[in-house]
């Protein structure tokens, strides 16, 4: 089966850089996720990584590393509206199996 | 291009009825996977249909049911309903299944007494 562990709650500064971690143990490996949920809102996809190293869209970032089964998700210059869960999914062993989400990380913004 | 949509947004049910959300993926998209969301266990796959084919199913009981229909519309049963069945139900569409990007509906929330 799949597992994958997150910091269940991280708090950071308006304008700072945060770090979401998330580790993983799975039977095989496809690809790491990672999704944005608001409170009452749908998941929405932020990113995607296949194959080592860093993928950057805007204030986002995600790294993989395969062989520590690690990954984590980076967003800069903070903003209150990115108060939200953040969630990692891997999908393994192959590209046709579903996404197996971890359990989420609250990332409260603070003035 | 209009989002996936979920009928209805909110329900309340009793213990031991039955029911049927429905799921209208995003137009081309002929993918559609459902998941519970609770917030001691996150998001649990239920199924996956492709083509009105389960292609995928997660860890749930047999109460928990769905289908596909032709036009990739898809819904989920759930019958005999306990109160741990309480969560936002979310199905997601994508293009093809597989690594494609998901997109989520907004989700129903289900609530049984």
């Known amino acids: 089966g799949q597992s994958l562990e997150q910091p269940s709650e991280v708090t950071a500064v308006e304008g700072a850089i945060v770090q979401i971690n998330c580790t993983y143990q799975?039977?095989?490996?496809?690809?790491l996720s990672w999704y944005q949920q608001h409170d009452g809102g749908a998941p929405t996809f932020l990113s995607y990584n296949a194959l080592d190293g860093l993928e950057e869209t805007g204030r986002f970032s995600s790294f993989l590393s395969r062989s520590d089964s690690y990954g984590y998700l980076l967003l800069q210059e903070l903003q209150m509206k990115d108060s939200a869960s953040y969630f990692c999914?891997?999908?393994?062993?192959?590209?046709?199996?579903?996404?197996?989400f971890g359990k989420g990380t609250r990332l409260s913004v603070i003035a | 291009k209009a989002g996936v949509t979920q009928t209805p947004r909110y329900l309340i049910k009793t213990r031991g009825q039955q029911v049927t959300l429905s799921c209208s993926p995003i137009?081309?998209?002929?993918?559609v996977s459902w998941y519970q969301q609770t917030p001691g266990q996150g998001l649990q796959f239920l199924f996956e249909?492709?083509?009105?084919?389960?292609?995928n199913k997660g860890n749930f009981p047999g109460r928990f049911s769905g289908r596909q229909f032709s036009n990739s519309r898809s819904e989920m049963n759930v019958s005999t309903l306990e109160l741990g069945d309480s969560a936002l139900y979310l199905c997601?569409?994508?293009?093809?299944?597989?690594?494609?990007?998901?997109?989520f509906g907004p989700g129903t929330r289900l609530t049984v007494l």
């Open positions: 249909y492709f083509s009105e084919t389960q292609r």
């Open positions: 137009s081309g998209h002929r993918s």
């Open positions: 997601a569409s994508s293009l093809t299944g597989g690594a494609d990007t998901q997109y």
């Open positions: 799975t039977s095989g490996f496809y690809g």
């Open positions: 999914a891997v999908r393994a062993p192959s590209g046709n199996t579903p996404l197996v």
